[in-house]
């Protein structure tokens, strides 16, 4: 499983627990070790899409996770397929494979597969305000009448 299909399956889980699950009962559900699990949470806890009940147990070097709940952030990622495919692309880009989109010459597709691309690195290299009104930039373009009409060379 890559860390993205990981990501939309630690989201989707969330939805079917009413946006929180215990760590233990999420291992389980993820079908992987829980290292990997343990791992992909802090990564979606950095990028604002759950948050995570913790604790240092006594000489612990790694904190202890309890519970994950989901953050607001990952019930818009769940309510909107679009933005979910532009952030967790189906094929991983830590895998080697890009995504058709992304595999095409940088001129070739629709516009809205440039603005997907565009998005997805907004969200993965900005941050704070400056990140969240280039969001709402991209995703106003995306809803204009021609986006899903093939760039031309």
Known sequence: MTNNELSRKVLAALSGKAGRIRFTELVETMGTDARTVFKNLFFL????????????????????IHLVRIHEAGEELLNDQA???????????????????EADEPGRGTYA??????ARKVRNH???EERNAAIEKIESLLRLPFVKEEMEG
């Not at 933005?83 to 989109?101: C, E, I, K, N, T």
Request: glycine letters at 8%; a negative charge.
């Open 126 to 128: 900005m941050e704070g």
């Open 113 to 118: 597969d440039a603005l997907e691309r565009l």
């Open 83 to 101: 933005l979910m495919d532009s952030v967790f692309p189906v094929s991983d880009p830590d895998s080697g494979q890009a995504s058709a989109s």
């Open 45 to 64: 806890e950095d990028k604002g899409f759950v948050r995570l009940a913790t604790s240092y147990p006594t000489g612990a070097v790694y904190p202890e």
